[in-house]
């Protein structure tokens, strides 16, 4: 409906299909999780084959059964032999061996016996020792009865006896203990329908006998059940002729075997039966002679008869597979050849016969296909080609049948508007079918890869067809214009079932994409409208098969590397700076997984320089590829199982190279940093435990008052902290608890905390939550005392410590457990490294403390569960790690020769000997004094187990649990813990789904066009929408924007009392929506109707604020920007969602680092400009950064010259070089990023004399194109072009703490801290002055924090320190 009034012009006239969307990749609107895709089971749990067939006649030629009256003429033919045409036991004999023949075209290998007009005791000699020959494998029993009578009902066939005076009775219970399990049964006799019926009850009672002999309580067992009893009946199948009430036909014109020839000479019979119809009347001069001359063989395709068998075998194999159930045809037609075959002429038996009144049945029972419309596809395809026949015998050429290029056509057709919701193609068979032939293989192929674009669904369905062994086959061809098909099959075909690889490295397949991905040469497909036209795409699906291939299975990535001598490593890393990304990305996960846990193939990337070459990803353009360079130099140095110097100082490379990725602005690749940091942490356990216990002793001598220790953080982020003061009570609660000396204590050294002490009792809330749990004896959490002077932030959180000593006894107390909080920024953790400490392994150590603190929850929680596995061993070890200066020598330090070792003794960390003395004392915590009635604490355990080893205690407590409730059930000693601790080691979880989740993208359909491109999506049309109206929107602003600069703006038209002071506040350009940021959280309002729409808490930590805020993608598909103090950007989706959809946060990552501390700083100050992506961020640091959105990459540093802080930011539009940044020292300075940094500052505007309150830039003309204003209430006007401005306004204010400037119009306002909004035209005429809110009384307004302007409309919002929220307007609000 919103979409009916949307006039041509308006559709031409929409910009904004043109601005790109930020952060709305798959990475930002995906969650990064692994697929868990769930494939059809097609592979047959196991194959059968058919290894031995009886064949029992029993004709007694000449001699009709007395319960038959046969018609005359009468059906005479047995396998399209006249009997009557020689002596009986002639043609008997020749009957025999022509039904051989005739099953022996379906399985040739199968060990034939024939029993002619047998016995009891021969048939019951035959049976037995085909099953006893057979073993596990199927039996065929193919008995015909056209000699005998009828069966019985009570469940017996007839025999003879050895003179053959008499016909002898053989029940089907006994068939079936001789035959055994598996078999298949053949019935070509009347009431043969009767055998079913018999087969399956004497089936239930073996059955019940098996049961009965498995629990002999049961009475009435009887000698039978005594007896060992034969395989159960379930997995026998039978075909009989007809129904248990009806006689085969005796029509002379047919075969009195009729169904046995349809079952063994489908096409012979097939062509007679077309020929005795009416429709053969369109094919005059067909005589059965003629039939019997139709050139060819059956088994050549390209001749008539053998063209006429693959279409039957298409036809029928499609008829049932659109028509049984999937499991059903797997078990019919995919598990044993010859039990296909027979099934798919049981399919033309049931047609043929039942036109003659008969209807043939089979266990397990099938639907009725003799009326499916494919039939006539065959009939038609008869009719073309006997229409040739007599040509072709006067030597005419053979036109081929347009049969498979109609159903290849239909194929296309379908796939023009399929979907998972429609039912599957009926021609997905006869594609199959249509890859054995050269002529059609290439349309087919790409029509197939088309088919498995659609998703894993598709590759399910073609799987269960029996798609696998033919593209398995393929492999083997050598066409080059199969290798894009044939490739893009294949990873479709492993994204969803990675079980294929073990086949694929069975056949050597994996050769093949070895040779594709090496060959620069790749050929575009020749197939018309081609599924894939680049070639890097090719190499890029080739990558990931290997990828796939080699993933987990050692097997594969022995025979990848072998192949080629060698060098899939060297391939792949020739062309790592190919231009297509996504090459790059797998290139670099299929070198990961190649060496993961494969010493072998990382000493060949060593030789190749395989870690330099990967360096350069590092910066690549885009996320995916910097994170899979990322996981690739991970697992490079996590594989190697030997430890040389000349491999520790590859690792020390590789690390060191890594965290300069700490910085990286997209989550993925960071939450990757810490993955492969953790390779190298688990390599050097021992150094990193040393570093962080030596921090923790160096914090404690530094704290006279000797606070307690962090000894890490438990599951859910609770830290465990060691207090070293004097013992006290165990049942402290209440207010008591409270009184108590607290030291906060998050994962990083000191000076990180900056958390109130008032925290302890406010209810839990995104920063974090305490709880306290009172343990009867542990380890305790405490909360640090305030800082001297009664400062809320605490200056220095110590770390404590066990000490060395044997004898050292922990104290025992209370416990305290908190969520972990984030640490504020760099610059305090700084403090904490001393040149004492500066190597590999600090280093290192300080990016694990920064990304244990990092804005984005996923990196943050991963970094902390691996921070505390280290600093819970760093606390617990006995005697610590000795770390030396490291300026007393410049060698990087030894690896370790027993990893193990490494974690029980003192490691040196230098090449260079240790000194002869350390200043580290064997305790560093002094003695606790203990209490009168109470017991001495137990003396403390040996050394932790390694990390990922569980602590025992820790993991008892739930993730949520009540206020001062009591903890849980502690070991009695230290000892019994640590017992425990040892005899439960787990690894550390450190890891990610990333790579899981690029496996998807193969997974999903690569060639359909994103929906919102769609012109027929839903998703397309509510965008066009958007799209028009926004363009509505504007143009209406057009008219009031023109008599902006002389109407009045002081008509309120929304007031409300928001949640908190109001810091930051913006308009959405198109939505009635406002949103406005308070310290930690961003209220969105409705200012049409004054609703109140949502409140979401920006997680930043406290005591930091947000310090800007801004709107993305505001014209399509909105996010929220915000920025904090702390030098954190947030992005969130779901501001405001009508389907109530939580906010979710897309994005996080540190715009600014080492942010300084002020006393007035103006936080993270940020500019966004959606035309061009780009970000730019200053605040209380000296430098702006740029950073591109939608690479998640800094661009660049410029230093602002200035010894102040950044107070504003602004640039131009176009190219976005000149940047203009209001700083606190009053001058406005003016940059150009194409410049060196030495030289981009242009120009320094110095005329205010105070902080620089706002600075803007104007888009259209006017007398400056730069307006700034000051604390100070002078609003000045610059040219930049010139070094003065060329227009001063001086406000009536003293004290001015806010300016805005409309985008459109020339209008500015300014607010005051003396409770006043004034606001000018560009010219300098006051349009209005704003000092009371609307009412009865009007009461003064509060003094303004921030101001802002719709953007296209003529309201101004003001927020301000009295919490409330207005909207001023020039347009009169309906009373």
Known sequence: MMYEDITESEESDLCDWQLPLAFMKKRHTERIAASHTETQTWRMKERMKTVSVALVMCLNVGVDPPDVVKTSPCARLECWIDPLATSPQKALEAIGNSLQKQYERWQPRARYKQSLDPTVDEVKKLCTSLRRNAKEERVLFHYTGHGVPRPTTNGEIWVFNKTYTQYIPLSVYDLQTWMGSPSIFVYDCSNAGLILKSFEQFAMQKEQERDALHHPQISGITSRTQMSMPPPAKNCIQLAACGSRELLPMNPELPADLFTSCLTT?????????????????????????????????????????????????????IAWNVLPRELFQKLFRQDLLVASLFRNFLLAERIMRSYNCTPLSSPRLPPTYQHPMWQAWDLAVDICLSQLPALLNGAEYKHSPFFAEQLTAFQVWLTMGSEMREPPEQLPIVLQVLLSQVHRLRALDLLGRFLDLGPWAVSLALSVGIFPYVLKLLQSSARELR??????????????????ADLVKDNGHKYFLSVLADPYMPVSAAKNTMVCNRGEHRTMAAFVLAMIVEGYLNGQVRTEAA????????????????????????????????????????????????EKLYTLLNDNLPEVRASAVIALGTFIGSGSDRTDHATNIDHNVGMTLINVAQDGSPIVRKELVAALYQLIRQFEGQFASIARQILEDDIRKDENLTPAVAGTASGGFTVVLHGESAVKTNVSGPDLSRRRHSLQPIAPANLGRLKASALHKSPTVGGNLVHHHLPNGPQLSKSPPTPGGSSSSSSSSYGSHGSGDGFTPPAGPIMFEKMRRIPSTAALSTIFSSSYSNVYVQIWKVMLQLASDPYPEVKYLAQSLVNAINLKATFTAKPQLVVDSRRTNSAPNSPTNR???????????????????????????????????????????????IGAAFSHTQQFSRSRKLFDKGPIIPETYEEEQQEVNETPASLAVGTDFSEWCCKYFAQSVMKPPDEMDPFSGLHHEREWRFVRNARLRREALDHIENAGTCRL???????????????????????????????????????NGEKLNYFTNQNPKNSRITSMDFLNSHDVTLVMTGSDDGAVRIWRNYWSQSNKPVELVSAWQALSDMLQSTRGSGLVLDWEQESGMLLASGDVRIIRVWDTQREMKLQDIPTGADSCVTSLACDSVGRSLLIAGCGDGSVRLYDRRLSPAECRVMTLREHNGWVTNVHLQKGAGDGKIISASVSGDVRFWDPRFTESVKLINTPFNTLTAMAVHQQANIIACGSANQLISVYNTAGDTLSNIKYYEGFIGQRIGPISCLAFHPLKMHLAAGSRDSFLSIYSTEKKAR
């Open 266 to 318: 489908p096409i012979k019979i097939a062509l007679r039966w077309f020929c005795n119809q009416k429709s053969s009347d369109l094919v005059p001069g067909i005589t059965l002679e003629l039939l019997d001359k139709i050139p060819g063989r059956l088994n050549d395709r390209r001749t008539p008869l053998g063209e006429l068998n693959w279409i039957f075998t298409a036809i029928t194999d499609t």
């Open 900 to 946: 193990r070792g490494a974690n029980h003794s003192p490691q040196n960390l230098s090449d260079s000997p240790p000194p002869s003395t350390l200043n580290i004392p064997n305790e560093v915590l002094k003695p606790v004094p203990i209490r009168p009635g109470e017991q001495p604490p137990p003396a403390r355990p040996q050394n932790p187990p390694p």
């Open 564 to 611: 080629l001598q060698g060098n899939v490593v060297a391939i792949c890393l020739e062309q790592l700076s190919d231009n297509h990304p996504l090459l790059r990305q797998w290139l670099a996960l299929c070198l990961a997984r190649v060496w993961t846990n494969f010493d072998a193939a990382r000493w060949c990337g060593v030789r190749d320089s395989a870690h």
């Open 1050 to 1088: 002081d008509d309120q038209i929304f007031i409300n009392k928001n949640t908190a002071t109001p810091l930051v506040v913006r308009f959405h350009p198109f939505n009635p929506h406002i949103v406005v940021a308070d310290k930690e959280g961003i209220c969105v309002w409705n200012w049409e």
């Open 484 to 501: 894009p098909l044939l490739v893009f099959i294949w990873a479709k075909i492993l994204a969803v079932d990675r079980s294929c690889k």
